[in-house]
């Protein structure tokens, strides 16, 4: 079946970096365009990140130029670099894959402080 795990989360100060991971499993992981969402309280949750098969990537308005998103194939696992966090990136954050169906990870807490 498929699974997706995040990892990475934490609290951190305006400014500073986290990594986020999302390991995959149950797919052929290399085959498919990976994303990450976020859900910051009270707001509906938001598309952040995506990564296709051949590496290109997109990204939302409010994270260009700070958030990288980038995958690893063999070891099936997809990344999220944040670097100059902000309060308002406060939020859970999710891994996604579209087969069929969407599949979520549990997400991952991240609380910047100001």
């Known amino acids: 079946q498929v699974q997706l795990v995040e990892s990475g989360g934490g609290l951190v100060q305006s400014g500073g970096s986290l990594r986020l991971s999302c390991a995959a499993s149950?797919?052929?992981?290399?085959?498919?365009?990976m994303n990450w969402y976020r859900q910051a309280p009270g707001k509906e949750r938001e598309l952040v990140a995506s990564?296709?098969?051949?590496?290109?990537?997109n990204y939302a308005d409010s994270v260009k130029g700070r958030f990288t998103i980038s995958r690893d194939n063999a070891k099936k696992t997809v990344y999220l670099q944040m670097n100059s966090l902000k309060p308002e990136d406060t939020a859970v954050y999710y891994c996604?894959?579209?087969?069929?169906?969407?599949?979520w990870g549990q997400g991952t807490q991240v609380t910047v402080s100001s």
């Open positions: 996604n894959v579209r087969r069929l169906v969407e599949y």
């Open positions: 990564i296709s098969v051949g590496d290109f990537t």
């Open positions: 149950g797919f052929i992981f290399s085959n498919y365009v």
